[in-house]
């Protein structure tokens, strides 16, 4: 008898969505039901939320993870999307969380104080002036802040990034750089983590130190995936996520 594939629901990364990350997800499948999230403001079917804030997004999933009447599934976020699926509550059907190469708050970035300080400064500028949309399509802009950075390198991604609404985007932004608190404070509930320790977008280290004394259901995976890889195809993830480590995450999810 064939044994079911547990339900994933799962959130994308920041700045991406669920066309992006497709690859990724095709992957997923081969394990999992795969249910994927997209936040408001990502896609364009998606209208953007008035207020963005991180407890808007969880809400937000939570009301989305309902009209799926699932009887039980596990919850992933990729990235930035850890922080708010962690803020989701729903004891009865959850199982647990997948915490991907999880953000952990401003302090998890691997980034410079100083460059976070010029990040939060000029978002701001655009907010004052209300030059968001402005802002995100000059080439210039694009050039020097957003597709010049490690996180969006080539042209297919540059595409799909026209899905996203840009004051979502810089909101958003500004979320992930000056967030300290929302999302550090581990559940009582099993967690697998999945890392790469040479991440360079997120500190590692520090992140594996804080689920092994927090967590007290936990699992460790690795993986070679980068934070935002250039290639997003299912054979990518393939070569860089060892059948072993899903092997370790599906039977920990299944005994739990």
């Known amino acids: ?69 699932l009887e039980s599934y596990w919850i992933a976020g990729v990235s930035f999307g850890f922080v708010v699926v962690n803020l989701v509550k729903d004891k009865k059907h959850c199982k647990g969380i997948l915490a991907i190469e999880p953000y952990l708050g401003s302090e998890s970035l691997n980034l410079p104080v ?43 991604i540059k595409e799909y990034l026209n899905e996203i609404d840009a004051r979502t985007f810089f909101e958003t932004a ?35 130190h804080k689920f092994q004394t927090e967590a007290v259901d936990l699992l460790v995976t690795h993986t070679t995936a980068a934070h935002f890889p250039k290639d997003m195809s299912k054979e990518y993830f393939l070569k860089n996520i060892k059948k072993g480590e899903i092997e370790k995450m599906l039977e920990f999810i299944e005994s739990r």
Not at 133 to 142: K, L, V
């Open 1 to 69: 008898m064939k044994k079911l594939k547990p339900n994933l629901v799962i959130v994308h990364s920041f700045p991406t969505n669920s066309l992006i990350l497709g690859g990724f997800y095709d992957f997923l499948r081969d394990y999992f039901n795969v249910h994927p999230i997209d936040l408001p403001g990502f896609v364009k079917e998606i209208k953007p939320m008035k207020t963005i804030e991180l407890e808007s997004y969880a809400q937000y999933v939570k009301k989305e993870i309902k009209k799926l009447k």
């Open 114 to 156: 100083k460059t976070k300080i010029t990040f939060i400064c000029m978002i701001s500028v655009l907010r004052f002036f209300n030059v968001f949309y402005r802002a995100w399509h000059s080439p210039y802009f694009q050039k020097r802040f957003l597709f010049g950075s490690s996180a969006r390198v080539n042209d297919k």
């Open 174 to 208: 500004k979320i992930l750089l000056v967030n300290k608190n929302h999302g550090c404070f581990l559940k009582n509930c099993p967690y697998v983590l999945v890392i790469n320790k040479h991440d360079g977008s997120v500190l590692a280290d520090r992140i594996i």
